[in-house]
């Protein structure tokens, strides 16, 4: 069978600019239908079919704080447990990786495995094992919210390790630290001055998903017996689902705009402002 | 087994640099023997290359030297104090890696001034030595270029100015060439060469390129096996190998099968001094460099041969024959002297001795 070059069918090619704006289009619509529908809601008057800003004015204004005591204490939770799970990927999680890919290269294995154990697991088995823990870790740190954190920081392993295991495969950072010791540069300075900032990226990936996943958990909380924002939402929900609608749509922005900023923070300002005018010779 | 060094070489430089000893060292690697009782020293401003096959343990050796690996016996001196526990970052090295290894989020000018910072030198002072070392690779104005705007030949030079803005004692180079292609390599290998006669640094370089080691070394220590088989200027590796793996590995040898009698083996019918190690008198093989063969088309002196290929290299000639035992030979002569695949024609040898090993 004879072929001409011209016209020889192409295997594994890009769809045509008409089929990836059809494919965009439904994957898009079947996303956005229910946040419209949701926002919708949100404006809705009764069940007539009229429409109002009023659930969101009510929420905002200032004599709203005593209703809503219940979310405005979720959210403060929430955030306060985002940041103490930052707070033990970023002195716990990353140091060991540093340390694993610089010293122990045949750990790795064994800690990838380990990192990606809580995403096989369903959180409400989690729980099942998390129960008797929390009894003795209340003991311990008392029953304050941010002891839930050390679950988090559990349930967040799979996507700060992957955020920064990638980044760390970008990097040489063998050579780069030896490189640096080798011109007088102590552990200290290596990584404050060498490995951080080629990291930064990285580690920032890893916050910010960090924060997106803890603000997005419910299981846990809930079954623990704690309030964060989810587990408020669903309580305000039974009263006025009109306010909890509107506060999973916040929080679903929130998480958005964080993800938008992962992929935005790529590299120093400085690095793209110097390839923007890179000539090449 | 501490090597002093040979008298014959030359000495290169007077100034700033330090003197460098490997002393019975030893370093193992999980049961493998990297380095067997490595013994070397390099005199101040002298620049060694270390050269083998991967695996012999050269970069091995460069790097227990720098402090990155630990070793696991005897000593490592540089100005005669033992070394082998203080940290790199306290050794006062400059080294230059086969990998790219500049900081990739500084600019050529911060990679240079890294190590002035480790050292708190003032900010002024900093921009200016680490100025003076960018333009003395040549680079002075790409100081504001990062690391992925720079050529491989480019990150290297910066590299080499940010080992050097320090003044280390020794310079360490662990195939700073490698990663680069052919005219880059040769013009980085001279530059390397210029700029350590001038400083006059004390210079180790790690290779497994023989025609590089040969090159820019004051001298050579050629390894195999975690251990220093020879060392000795290019000219004496060259010329006397002492040990057939040497030979084999220094320039191309042909491998012409011979009878030892007497410290003595006879060759395309020439009686020729054996060199290297006494050996017992049987079968060897002598090893005999291309261009120490001589093609003659009319005379009747020598060995016959026929002519198989020919290939013309620019100043050379490079031609292999085929002995009547079907051996094939590699000749390498002058570019005039032109031959046919098919004529038949008289192999003579050139000089009067030859390094022999014994026939496997």
């Not at chain 1, 979310?71 to 940041?83: D, H, K, P, R, Y």
């Not at chain 1, 080798?182 to 060498?194: E, F, I, M, Q």
């Not at chain 1, 951080?196 to 998903?209: D, H, M, Q, T, Y």
């Not at chain 2, 002492?242 to 410290?263: C, I, K, M, Q, Y």
Request: proline share 5%; hydrophobic share 50%; charged share 20%.
């Amino acid at each position: 069978m004879s072929r001409g070059t011209s016209n020889a069918v192409r295997i594994g090619t890009e769809p045509s600019k008409l089929a990836r704006w059809i494919i965009l289009g439904i994957v898009g619509l079947a996303f956005m239908l229910p946040l419209v529908a949701m926002l919708e809601f949100t404006f809705r008057e009764g069940f007539a079919g009229e429409h109002t800003f009023s659930h969101w004015t009510t929420l905002f204004s200032p004599e709203s704080t005593r209703t809503y005591r219940s979310l405005i204490t979720g959210v403060t939770n929430s955030f306060l447990l985002a940041a103490v799970t930052v707070g033990i990927v970023l002195v716990i999680l990353l140091p060991t990786m540093i340390l694993v890919q610089l010293q122990f290269p045949r750990l790795r294995r064994v800690l990838e495995f380990i990192c990606i154990i809580p995403i096989t697991v369903p959180a409400i088995v989690l729980v099942v094992g998390l129960a008797p823990v929390y009894a003795i870790v209340v003991r311990v740190f008392g029953g304050s919210i941010w002891t839930l954190a050390f679950a988090y920081g559990i349930t967040v392993l799979p996507y700060a390790y992957r955020a920064i295991q990638s980044n760390l495969d970008a990097v040489d950072v063998i050579t780069l630290s030896e490189a640096a010791r080798s011109l007088g540069a102590g552990w200290g300075s290596v990584l404050a001055r060498v490995l951080l900032p080629n990291l930064r990226r990285g580690i920032l990936a890893a916050s910010f998903i960090s924060v997106a996943v803890v603000l997005g958990e419910f299981t846990i909380a809930s079954l623990l017996n704690r309030v964060n924002l989810q587990t408020a939402v669903l309580q305000i929900s039974q009263s006025d689902p009109f306010v909890a609608v509107i506060c999973a749509l916040l929080a679903l922005a929130f998480a958005f705009i964080l993800l938008l900023i992962i992929g935005r923070v790529g590299q120093p300002r400085r690095i793209k402002k110097a390839r923007r005018n890179r000539s090449d010779s | 087994m501490t090597i002093a060094p040979s008298p014959a070489a030359p000495a290169t430089a007077t100034s700033a640099g330090a003197t460098v000893e490997l002393i019975d060292v030893i370093k193992d690697y999980s049961g493998q023997r990297a380095l067997n009782s490595i013994g070397l020293s390099v005199r101040p401003g002298e620049f060694v290359a270390l050269l083998g096959p991967s695996g012999c343990g050269k970069t091995t050796a460069l790097r227990s030297l720098a402090g990155l690996e630990r070793i696991d016996g005897g000593e490592i001196r540089i100005d005669g104090v033992n070394v082998a526990n203080v940290p790199t970052n306290k050794r006062d090295i400059g080294m230059v890696f086969q990998s790219y290894s500049l900081f990739p989020h500084l600019t050529s000018l911060e990679n240079v001034e890294f190590g002035l910072r480790m050292r708190k030198v003032g900010r002024d002072e900093r921009r200016e030595r680490a100025s003076e070392a960018l333009e003395m690779v040549g680079l002075g104005h790409l100081a504001a270029r990062f690391a992925h705007q720079l050529s491989g030949g480019q990150q290297q030079r910066v590299a080499l100015a940010r080992a050097l803005v320090t003044r280390p004692r020794v310079l360490l180079l662990d195939e700073p060439l490698s990663a680069l292609d052919a005219k880059v390599r040769l013009q980085l290998r001279d530059e390397i060469r210029r700029i350590q006669t001038d400083l006059g640094i004390t210079t180790l370089f790690v290779t497994h390129d023989q025609e590089e080691a040969l090159a820019v070394a004051d001298r050579v220590a050629v390894m195999r096996d975690g251990v220093i088989e020879q060392i000795g200027s290019p000219e004496e590796l060259y010329a006397t190998p002492a040990t057939p793996f040497v030979a084999n590995f220094v320039g191309l040898s042909n491998r012409v099968d011979a009878e030892l009698v007497h410290g003595k083996v006879e060759v395309f019918g020439e009686v020729l001094e054996a060199l290297g190690e006494p050996l017992a008198d049987g079968p060897v093989t002598a090893l005999i460099r291309p261009e120490d063969i001589l093609i003659d088309p009319a005379g009747d002196a020598g060995v016959e041969a026929t002519i198989v290929t020919s290939s013309f290299l620019g100043s050379l000639r490079r031609t292999n024959l085929r002995l009547p035992d079907d051996s094939v030979l590699s000749v390498q002569h002058a570019v005039s002297e032109r031959a046919q695949p098919g004529d038949v024609v008289r192999l003579r040898l050139r000089g009067a001795a030859v390094s022999v090993s014994p026939r496997a």
